[in-house]
């Protein structure tokens, strides 16, 4: 039994969201079913044209945070999520996670400070990194990152004190799990 999606109707005003009356998760939802990562960088980016800067980030970083904590840098990389790198990266900044984006910046550094936004070109990029002598298959970036402080919460700061950036109202594809 999969995920079934319906179109679900958003009103999420600047006035509850200051409140803090959704968490950064549910007022991202409306991004999460929508805006593929899985057909590349010119798809991604249209997906992404009817939404604010800091939305866009916020879904990177959530995408960046599922990813790490289930498989961490190496899976993030390997998998169609390593699209929205530098979005993340960036998100960790904008949101004041200072500490982490120096951690994930070393990860980049690994890559010669970019990263390929075409999935065969980062799987081949990260298989000649995983040749390197003394490559360490993320493993410092990854222990760093599981120990750090919750990056929930400092999304959640966030998306409060910039309310106006995730409005959102109208219809959009989501789960059909009761709110």
Same mark, same amino acid.
């Given at each position: 039994?999969?995920?079934?999606? @319906?179109?679900?109707?958003?009103? %999420?005003?600047?006035?509850?969201?200051?409140?803090?009356?959704?968490?950064?998760?549910?007022?991202?939802?409306?991004?999460?079913?929508?805006?593929?990562?899985?057909?590349?960088?010119?798809?991604?980016?249209?997906?992404?044209k009817p939404f604010?800067?800091?939305?866009?980030?916020i879904l990177a %970083?959530?995408?960046?945070?599922?990813?790490?904590?289930?498989?961490?840098?190496?899976?993030?990389?390997?998998?169609?999520?390593?699209?929205?790198?530098?979005?993340?990266?960036?998100?960790?900044?904008?949101?004041?996670?200072?500490?982490?984006?120096?951690?994930?910046?070393?990860?980049?550094?690994?890559?010669?400070?970019?990263?390929?936004?075409?999935?065969?070109?980062?799987?081949?990029?990260?298989?000649?990194?995983?040749?390197?002598?003394?490559?360490?298959?993320?493993?410092?970036?990854?222990?760093?990152?599981?120990?750090?402080?919750?990056?929930?919460?400092?999304?959640?700061?966030? @998306?409060?004190?910039?309310?106006?950036?995730? @409005?959102?109202?109208?219809?959009?594809?989501?789960?059909?799990?009761?709110?």
């Open positions: 039994m999969g995920i079934k999606l @319906v179109n679900k109707y958003f009103d %999420l005003n600047e006035k509850d969201i200051a409140e803090g009356k959704y968490s950064a998760w549910e007022l991202i939802q409306p991004l999460w079913y929508t805006v593929s990562i899985y057909d590349g960088l010119d798809v991604y980016e249209q997906d992404l604010t800067e800091a939305q866009r980030k %970083l959530f995408w960046y945070d599922s990813e790490v904590c289930n498989g961490g840098h190496d899976q993030f990389f390997f998998n169609s999520t390593g699209i929205v790198w530098k979005d993340a990266l960036e998100c960790m900044r904008m949101i004041g996670a200072g500490k982490y984006a120096q951690n994930f910046q070393k990860a980049v550094d690994l890559f010669g400070g970019r990263i390929p936004f075409d999935r065969s070109e980062r799987i081949a990029a990260l298989e000649k990194l995983r040749e390197e002598e003394g490559f360490d298959d993320f493993e410092q970036i990854d222990s760093f990152y599981d120990d750090g402080e919750d990056i929930d919460q400092l999304m959640n700061e966030y @998306v409060k004190s910039h309310a106006a950036d995730f @409005v959102v109202k109208g219809a959009y594809l989501a789960d059909n799990f009761p709110d």
